[in-house]
């Protein structure tokens, strides 16, 4: 589809940007594993689909899939050039007045035109054609890349939010146990009635957060119903539904590969990222348009010719012939510095190119050196705030049986208790983000999109 045809004298300048030999953060071992559709090695069903139907019915995507048909279009209308046009007429006519002929008069001509590619015009609009469509390809391959991570981000934290609300109400339930207790002991003269009032501040502290929890997973679930291209409901439903019909939530996704350790060299990583790929197409096109514009400084040769009949009668339309074959050269003398200031423009362009592709491959090796480091500590955080739960469970556990045995105050019950619901959201968000980090590395690696659906342009075929 993004096979290309350029002429042999476009030269594309190479980046000013160092590319290291390896990673400084992570090992540079090769990938093991295919990353093109990673979201299923995270093991959630619902994600899976999600991002499968952003991928399949998304309004972006098809807004971009009408531009590569444009840019497809553009380059058959640019390989046009290489051929003649032809053109043909036709009259009929019946004169009026003293001298008219008899009969109606039918006369019938063709026109057909070449222009001589001498200069490369013609070769290079066509090269820069075929480079915007290469590009074309590519930044509807790197919107496939962004919007699948966008997707599987935002289904992650719709995931937390339903199992943060989960342990926001089952810890309401408990502080409504609290508070029975000790409006218990305060009736009974065992305690003041200030544990009561700090068990009803405690309980209505963590009411606040419930309102607040379900508007953010119902933002949060609307978002990926746009993404998807469906009005809201649906997705909210997914991720809330289980619990209200008192199933479990399901459980964060964990991916089922060792979150890649190791990875490619800078070098193919960049070589896999379709955002270089279409800065570097963008580059060529632009400098293509730079032979465009010179070659309209040199002169232009062109044939036409012409052949058609004299008006005549139908009966004998074809006894008189005339026709003719010309060769033209034309030469720009002056006018006003356009075409050189056209020269110049398309030569600044071509400079902001190659700065885009430099920018763009920086802020690859950025992302993947940032979402390695993610990577790495977010695995380190789940496991110490899984072992911070533990504790704090027991914590709990001992401070109410404490409290109801009036062996402790309140006030240490109220700071376990704190401290349970503190560790068990942290833990729900350190698993949120080892899944995001993993999303966010293989989406920095290029993952999300098929290397082989796309070739980028060949510049050595003419």
Do not use: H
Request: with cysteine; glycine share 6%.
């Amino acid at each position: 589809m993004l096979a290309g045809c350029a002429t042999p004298n476009i030269l594309v300048p190479e980046p000013d940007v160092p590319i290291p030999e390896q990673w400084a953060q992570s090992n540079p071992a090769p990938l093991s594993t295919d990353i093109a559709t990673y979201w299923e090695l995270l093991g959630d069903p619902l994600i899976v689909s999600l991002v499968e139907q952003a991928i399949a019915q998304n309004r972006d995507l098809a807004q971009s899939a009408a531009r590569l048909d444009q840019a497809r279009a553009s380059l058959r209308q640019a390989r046009a050039g290489w051929l003649p046009s032809l053109s043909a007429s036709g009259s009929v006519a019946r004169d009026i007045g003293d001298l008219q002929r008899d009969g109606v008069q039918f006369n019938l001509g063709a026109d057909a035109s070449w222009e001589v590619d001498l200069f490369g015009q013609i070769s290079n609009d066509v090269a820069a054609a075929d480079a915007e469509l290469a590009a074309a390809g590519y930044a509807q391959a790197d919107l496939q890349r962004l919007i699948a991570g966008q997707v599987a981000i935002s289904a992650i934290n719709a995931r937390a939010l339903a199992e943060q609300l989960a342990i926001a109400r089952d810890t309401l339930a408990f502080q409504n146990e609290n508070l029975d207790i000790a409006r218990w002991r305060n009736q009974a003269g065992l305690v003041s009635s200030l544990d009561v009032e700090q068990a009803r501040t405690q309980r209505a502290q963590t009411a606040a957060t419930i309102p607040q929890l379900e508007s953010s997973l119902t933002a949060t679930s609307n978002a990926i119903s746009t993404l998807i291209a469906e009005p809201p409901g649906r997705v909210l439903d997914a991720f809330e539904l289980p619990r209200t019909m008192g199933a479990q939530s399901a459980p964060m996704p964990v991916p089922s590969a060792p979150l890649l350790t190791g990875f490619d060299a800078p070098a193919d990583v960049l070589r896999n990222r379709p955002d270089v790929r279409a800065a570097e197409a963008s580059l060529f096109a632009a400098t293509a348009r730079i032979g465009i514009a010179r070659a309209q400084l040199l002169p232009m040769v062109g044939l036409t010719g012409s052949i058609g009949t004299g008006p005549t009668q139908f009966s004998n339309l074809f006894d008189i012939i005339t026709g003719g074959l010309v060769g033209s050269v034309g030469q720009l003398i002056f006018d006003g510095g356009r075409t050189q200031a056209l020269v110049d423009s398309s030569e600044a362009s071509a400079r902001g190119a190659l700065a885009a592709w430099e920018q763009t491959i920086l802020i690859a090796l950025e992302e993947v050196e940032s979402a390695a480091v993610d990577q790495r500590t977010a695995d380190q955080r789940v496991a110490i705030f899984a072992e911070a739960v533990d504790a704090a469970n027991n914590s709990a556990l001992l401070a109410r049986s404490q409290y109801q045995a009036g062996l402790t105050d309140f006030q240490t019950l109220l700071v376990a208790e704190n401290q349970l619901l503190s560790a068990r959201n942290q833990s729900v968000a350190a698993e949120a983000d080892r899944a995001a980090a993993f999303v966010r590395l293989t989406q920095a690696l290029g993952g999300g999109w098929d290397v082989s659906a796309l070739a980028s342009p060949d510049r050595n075929t003419p």
